[in-house]
């Protein structure tokens, strides 16, 4: 069974430009979340999505945002990059149903904001 | 406020020595789940073992063991004889059911280094 998988794998952007990140859910998964993991503030909750609505949020400014498609694959977009956006993105796939279930992640992507 | 902390930053050892990493967590849900996951240097965080709030018993799965106790809030993970393959960084995780279960909250990672 293919894991979760990223794209791009790393990014190079300028500040003020925008930028979109993918991710394929392992194949009967529904739910995706996104967090963004950097040095300084560890891996923090970005937003989850199920069934292609958002489900939960976290705390980030609106320039981050996301979205998901009928077949689970899912976008996260950040608009007007800054420095501090540089971080390594990374989604996770799970079931999404009402019991818990293990989440496993893909490989991130590497975003460099100039 | 912090629901996960991971007090221990980096941990050195010699290979076949054990290793325990610490996970002190808080929440007000009666039900929850605690993860840890490691992390490599190539990033990709790696699911090791999931435990529910109902569930207090310690289990041993292969070279890995967690001592998980509701009484002190703690979800202690144990590597046993270490090798250098285990060097990463370990991520304790709480998901709770009053939030989506889908959101993770990390602890701040254990570097572990496990030197031949």
């Known amino acids: 069974k293919a894991g979760v998988t990223q794209t791009p794998r790393y990014l190079i952007k300028t500040r003020g430009q925008q930028v979109t990140l993918s991710c394929s859910p392992i194949?009967?998964?529904?739910?995706v979340s996104w967090y963004q993991q950097t040095p300084g503030q560890g891996l923090q909750f970005l937003f989850e999505?199920?069934?292609?609505?958002?489900?939960n949020k976290g705390n980030f400014p609106g320039r981050f945002s996301g979205r998901q498609f009928s077949n689970s694959r899912s976008e996260m977009n950040v608009s007007t990059l800054e420095l501090g956006d540089s971080a390594l993105y990374l989604c996770?796939?799970?079931?999404?149903?009402?019991?818990?279930?293990?989440?496993?992640f893909g490989p991130g992507t590497r975003l460099l904001v100039l | 406020a912090q629901k996960v902390t991971q007090a221990q930053t980096e941990i050195s050892v010699v290979e076949k020595e054990d290793v325990t990493l610490d996970c002190v967590y808080e929440?007000?849900?009666?039900?929850?789940?605690l993860f840890w996951y490691k992390q490599p240097p190539s990033g990709e965080l790696v699911f090791l073992i999931r435990?529910?709030?109902?569930?207090?018993q310690n289990e041993i799965s292969g070279r890995y063991s967690w001592n998980f106790q509701k009484s002190t809030s703690s979800f202690n993970f144990t590597i046993t004889a270490s090798q250098v393959v285990d060097s990463a960084v370990y991520f304790c995780a709480l998901s709770e059911e009053t939030d989506s279960w889908g959101k993770f909250q990390f602890g701040a990672g254990t570097q572990v280094v496990v030197t031949p």
């Open positions: 999505y199920f069934s292609e609505t958002q489900r």
């Open positions: 435990r529910n709030s109902f569930d207090e």
């Open positions: 194949s009967g998964h529904r739910s």
């Open positions: 929440t007000r849900d009666t039900t929850y789940y």
């Open positions: 996770a796939s799970g079931k999404g149903g009402k019991n818990q279930e293990t989440q496993y």
